[in-house]
């Protein structure tokens, strides 16, 4: 049974592009997560997915938007890139039940942006 | 709102000493608490979960947790540490607001922990 996977691993990416990450949950899954964490901080909510929506959404620009798609894969993009956006990208996925509802994470995308 | 408190950055701990790591959150409404374990390079591991019941709960690695209503608080505890469990520990809590679907996680600042031989 295949856990959360992430792609690709590393990323190098120049100020003002845009970047596409992609996630496939855990086997089961239908909720996507996305979690972004700076060096030496904890991981801050991005948004989450569920049915093809963003139904929640942390404190982060429009520049951050994604998509889930009917296999409940997602993705996450990021336009005009910033310094400050270099961190690792962590995508979470559980199960739309509140008595069972646990993020498993992935390994993550480590973006650089120079 | 919500939050996440590591009392903690860093705690070195000699191999095979016992080693707690402190977490308390502040939360107006029913939580769910984790927490997860981080090695170098890696994503995120769960280590151990509160949902309900028993608030003594046992994890992987032999870590455990106890949950504290009063004391808002959800320290980890490992008797006797391994140099395998060198890594970055995350106190995380999951606020659930019911029929709003408001269930994301808010994390700690995370706390390293450094077994020394």
């Known amino acids: 049974d295949a856990g959360v996977t992430q792609s690709p691993t590393h990323l190098i990416k120049t100020r003002g592009q845009q970047v596409t990450l992609r996630c496939s949950p855990k086997s089961g899954h239908d909720t996507v997560s996305w979690y972004q964490q700076a060096l030496g901080q904890g991981p801050q909510f991005i948004f989450q997915y569920y049915e093809e929506e963003e139904r929640q959404r942390g404190n982060f620009p429009d520049r951050f938007s994604g998509h889930q798609f009917p296999n409940y894969s997602s993705e996450l993009n990021v336009n005009a890139l910033l310094l400050g956006d270099s961190a690792l990208y962590l995508c979470?996925?559980?199960?739309?039940?509140?008595?069972?509802?646990?993020?498993?994470f992935g390994a993550g995308t480590r973006l650089s942006v120079l | 709102a919500q939050s996440v408190t590591q009392l903690d950055s860093q705690v070195p701990v000699f191999e095979e000493a016992p080693v707690e790591l402190r977490c308390n959150y502040s939360s107006s409404v029913s939580v769910y608490l984790f927490w997860y374990v981080q090695y170098p390079n890696q994503g995120l591991q769960l280590l151990l979960k509160?949902?309900?019941?028993?608030?003594l709960v046992k994890g992987i690695n032999g870590f455990e947790a106890e949950f504290n209503k009063s004391q808002t608080s959800f320290h980890l505890r490992k008797p006797s540490v391994h140099i395998s469990d060198t890594a970055e520990y995350f106190c995380a809590v999951r606020v659930t607001r019911g029929m709003n679907r408001d269930d994301k996680i808010i994390f700690g600042k995370g706390t390293r922990l450094h077994i020394l031989p």
């Open positions: 509160y949902l309900s019941g028993s608030t």
């Open positions: 979470a996925s559980s199960l739309n039940d509140l008595a069972k509802n646990i993020q498993y």
